[in-house]
């Protein structure tokens, strides 16, 4: 007899979205937006490789320092495994919740790969929504450079720039075409001011049913 495994968290108490688009659109930038006006709980997959990179005693810090300076994707169960556990432990603190009594996930920078994205589903859970924000590489190009000034980030040079640009357009994007081909993607021009693109973000989603919480 064959076992079927079911997801870690089902849809029907909580709801994922996926914020894609490529490095430089405003991802980061538009969840502090969204987290403040729709209860998301914030999950960037970037920022949590990141930290387990510089965690006391992780056996990935090396891989995962090399795989971010040349824009090369994590194996996908290591960011899973980041990614599921603190949404676990999200859930253990009782976070906000939209009128549905549904905890809300902002999933950040993930999946980025398409078993990636079928992997995510089946085990940990189904998205509702896929949020893409659209920008063209110049506009991108200019932010990261401007932001590598400042940030100590070891992937905001021209040459690690250049390479992440690559990946994501020919490993990232079809994960945006496949989920618009379920017609779940909200698709966001993201130039422009801050302000701007998230005014644009709001009337999308809203098409798509979701609404900002009151607080
Ligand atoms: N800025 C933002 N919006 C602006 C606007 N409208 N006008 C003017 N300026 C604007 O923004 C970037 C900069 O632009 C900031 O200075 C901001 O002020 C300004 P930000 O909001 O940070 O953009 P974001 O899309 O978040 O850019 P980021 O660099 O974080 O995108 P990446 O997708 O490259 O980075 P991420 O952290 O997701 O991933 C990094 C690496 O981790 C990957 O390359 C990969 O190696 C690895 N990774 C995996 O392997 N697997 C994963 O699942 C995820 C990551
Ligand atoms: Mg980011």
Redesign the pocket.
């Known amino acids: 007899m064959s076992e079927t495994k079911q997801p870690r968290f089902s849809p029907q108490d909580i709801t994922v979205v996926f914020l894609l ?1 490529g ?8 969840s502090n937006n969204l987290v403040r006006d729709y209860a998301f709980t914030h999950l ?4 949590l ?1 990141r930290a387990e990179q510089v965690r006391e005693g992780s056996q990935y810090g090396d891989l995962i320092r090399s ?2 300076k040349e ?4 194996p996908m169960e290591i ?1 899973v495994a980041l990614l599921s556990n603190a949404m676990a432990e999200a859930l253990a603190n009782k976070p906000k919740t939209g009128k549905d009594g549904k905890a809300r996930f902002l999933i ?5 790969k398409l078993d ?1 994205a079928v992997f995510f589903e089946q085990t940990v859970c189904p998205s509702e929504m896929t949020l893409f924000l659209n920008c063209p590489e110049e506009v991108m190009e200019k ?2 450079l ?2 590598g000034e400042t940030s100590g980030r070891d ?1 905001d040079n021209a040459e690690s720039i250049r390479k ?1 640009f690559r ?1 994501f357009v020919e490993t990232s994007m079809p994960v945006v075409t496949a989920f618009e081909e379920q017609h779940k993607v909200v698709s966001v021009e ?1 130039t ?3 302000d701007e ?1 998230y005014q644009r973000i709001k009337e999308g989603v809203a098409h798509k049913g979701l609404l900002p919480v009151d607080n």
Do not use: E, H, M, N
Request: net charge positive; no cysteine; proline share 5%.
């Open positions: 688009g490095p430089g659109s405003g991802k980061g930038t538009q960037s997959a970037g920022d490789l795989y971010i824009g090369k994707i994590v960011t950040d920078g993930f999946p980025r990636q932010r990261l401007k932001r992937d992440r990946v993201a422009g001011g801050v693109v």
